[in-house]
């Protein structure tokens, strides 16, 4: 767990120099670097982009697909100073996992691809020269690591990842690197809440700092007006007239808090906050004591050339898109994004489910790769992987708490809970993070197609149903709709007799979809087919009142391992990869912008 992770800003008393760009990048097959001095030079490199997966950048495939150590190199000025400081490197992803050196000096390590972490290189560093960074990066993977699969070596001796899981294994440093320094004392995280009473609003908050200062907490409004000020590590805030953050109309406050010495401010952060509340009543999603009904997408970090890197310019695109056709929600399909990503959701007002990367935690996906078939939850590695599980879902938490866009936390995707043996791992799970986020937040995982109200073992704990189906593609395609159709209803019949008293979101639906490809009457693979599969989930979602959301998979086509049931990556996208609309793109532009918030 990361003592902090607050995101950088830059003030009078604390400074932010972004290190992307060009870095020298090698590949370590066999793994001599430790031994010849990587560490401290990298022999011979080639230039890399930061941030950036290096897979796409390669013409051959050994590099494409190479799995194993590799290297990243980069020099970087340290003025005189900065002595005296906290002095941080601070990476906002390494996939999947790294160990930091400087000058030669061995650092840190982390493991999770899609967290940031902070260097502390304070001692480390030799102030008013140049100084050189390192990272050794790994990208296998195992059944003890977040994302689950296999890592196995060829006839050929070259090492391959087999993922229990649909998205490319993209790898490097995929999201921003920063040097930065902080007052020695000095804030490390903050919480807040919110209860709202009439028109007013009390913002409860904390402050954790590393000194025995006071903390001046202060509020302003978006013009910059001061509404509420107070003095204390805790309290609260209380708002006249309270400008509430809501689904699509998002307003923003900024609190800024403060540690004083007498006169000298020791330290300051400020940050946009929204005030309002979630709440799970009966089958209803309640912002602000009003229900909304989910609209949007399961998406991922993809665009073609730079992989899974953080892309502000795709970003910007996708929120476009969204905006256009009538989204207002999103789920963070598989590991949580990058922070920027948090940021524009809370400035659009988009609901957001973030979710950690336990995916694959199934061995039927790993047999559907060729894997065992033998409950994922019995295996030898779920001890060291429930610690990851924990340390990850603890950092999403602590790092997303903040902001109003999170709605939901979903710990696990498609994990296997037909079994016994799944049930103590939830039951611990579930437990060990039910304080973790001072607002309380759902806490819920997706069903795939085999854990129904029938066969899942683990229905009690989650505090919303995300359900992914595919009848339609999967199964019951094609001219058999009509049955996939019809057991659906069957299903959510047996949900509706069950007397559920908690809400349904599906977070997958969807059928493959060629861009370009148009058949009359459709076929599998035509835009055609792919709109009549989505009408037929829709007349299904407009018939149960129990149902409060619908997150198509996927905002657009994605990259995944070959395979011959994949066409260079996954086609369910409404959009493809370069962001242009097929038919369901309209199809959704039509039925979101005439649905209500609380339909
Ligand atoms: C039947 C499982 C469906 C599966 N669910 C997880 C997503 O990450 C995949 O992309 C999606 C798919 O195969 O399209």
Redesign the pocket.
């Known amino acids: 767990m990361e003592q902090s992770l607050l995101y950088p800003v830059v003030n009078a008393v604390r400074t932010d120099q972004k290190l992307d760009g060009l870095w020298r990048f090698s590949f370590d097959a066999v793994g001599v670097g430790p031994q010849e001095g990587w560490a401290k030079h990298l022999p011979k490199a080639v230039d890399m982009p930061v941030p950036a997966s290096f897979n796409d950048f390669f013409t051959d495939k050994d590099a494409r697909e190479y799995t194993g150590d590799f290297w990243y190199e980069k020099k970087f000025f340290v003025p005189a100073d900065y002595q005296g400081r906290f002095v941080g490197l601070r990476f906002d992803a390494v996939t999947h996992r790294a160990t930091i050196y400087v000058d030669g000096v061995k650092i840190r390590s982390h493991e999770g691809g899609f967290l940031p972490f902070v260097a502390d290189v304070t001692d480390a560093l030799h102030y008013g020269e140049e100084n050189t960074v390192v990272v050794q990066g790994n990208n296998e993977l195992s059944r003890e690591a977040l994302p689950a699969g296999d890592t196995i070596t060829l006839k050929n001796g070259k090492k391959m990842v087999r993922p229990f899981?649909?998205?490319y294994n993209y790898s490097g440093i995929n999201r921003s690197v920063h040097l930065i320094t902080l007052p020695v004392e000095r804030i490390t995280d903050y919480t807040t809440d919110f209860t709202l009473a009439g028109a007013d609003a009390d913002v409860h908050y904390t402050v954790t700092t590393t000194g025995d200062h006071d903390v001046v907490a202060v509020l302003r409004d978006a013009d910059g007006q001061v509404v509420a000020e107070n003095t204390g590590k805790q309290g609260t805030l209380h708002v006249t007239d309270a400008h509430l953050w809501n689904v699509r109309a998002a307003y923003l406050y900024t609190l800024t808090l403060r540690i004083t010495n007498d006169t000298t401010i020791v330290d300051e952060y400020s940050a946009e906050i929204g005030i309002r509340t979630i709440k799970i009543v009966g089958t209803e999603i309640q912002v602000n004591g009003q229900s909304v009904y989910l609209k949007g997408f399961?998406r991922h970090e993809d665009s073609p050339f730079a992989g899974r890197a953080f892309d502000l310019n795709v970003e910007k695109k996708d929120f476009s898109l969204m905006q256009w056709s009538g989204a207002n929600s999103f789920r963070t399909?598989?590991y949580p994004y990058d922070e920027q990503v948090y940021q524009m959701a809370d400035r659009e007002g988009f609901l957001v489910i973030d979710e950690v990367p336990a995916?694959g935690f199934k061995m039927a996906a790993a047999s559907f790769l060729g894997g065992l078939n033998q409950s994922f939850f019995k295996g030898p590695w779920i001890k060291p992987l429930h610690a990851k599980h924990l340390d990850q879902i603890t950092d999403m938490i602590k790092r997303d708490k903040n902001h109003p866009s999170v709605f939901a936390w979903s710990l696990l995707?498609?994990p296997d809970t037909v079994t016994e043996e799944s049930v103590p791992y939830f039951k611990q799970i579930f437990a060990e993070t039910k304080d973790l986020d001072p607002q309380s937040r759902p806490r819920t995982f997706s069903l795939?197609?085999d854990d129904t109200i029938e066969t899942s073992k683990d229905l009690d704990f989650p505090d919303i149903y995300l359900l992914?189906r595919?009848p339609g593609w999967?199964h019951y395609a094609g001219y058999q709709i009509s049955d996939g159709e019809a057991g659906l209803r069957e299903e959510m019949d047996k949900w509706a007799a069950s007397g559920i008293n908690k809400p349904i979101v599906f977070t997958?639906f969807?059928a493959?979809t060629e861009a370009g490809l148009h058949k009359l009457p459709s076929v599998m693979w035509s835009e055609e087919y792919q709109v009549e599969v989505l009408e037929m989930f829709s007349r299904i979602f407009d018939s149960y009142p129990f149902i409060k959301g619908e997150q198509v998979?996927?905002f657009a086509d994605f990259q995944?391992v070959e395979g011959n049931m994949r066409v260079n990556g996954?086609k369910?996208g409404i959009f493809t990869r370069d962001r242009q609309p097929k038919a369901a793109a309209f199809f959704y532009h039509k039925r979101w912008t005439n649905i209500p918030l609380d339909y």
């Open positions: 899981f649909d998205f399961g399909s598989h995916v995707n498609e795939s197609e992914n595919y999967y997958e969807g493959d998979w996927n995944t996954n369910k």
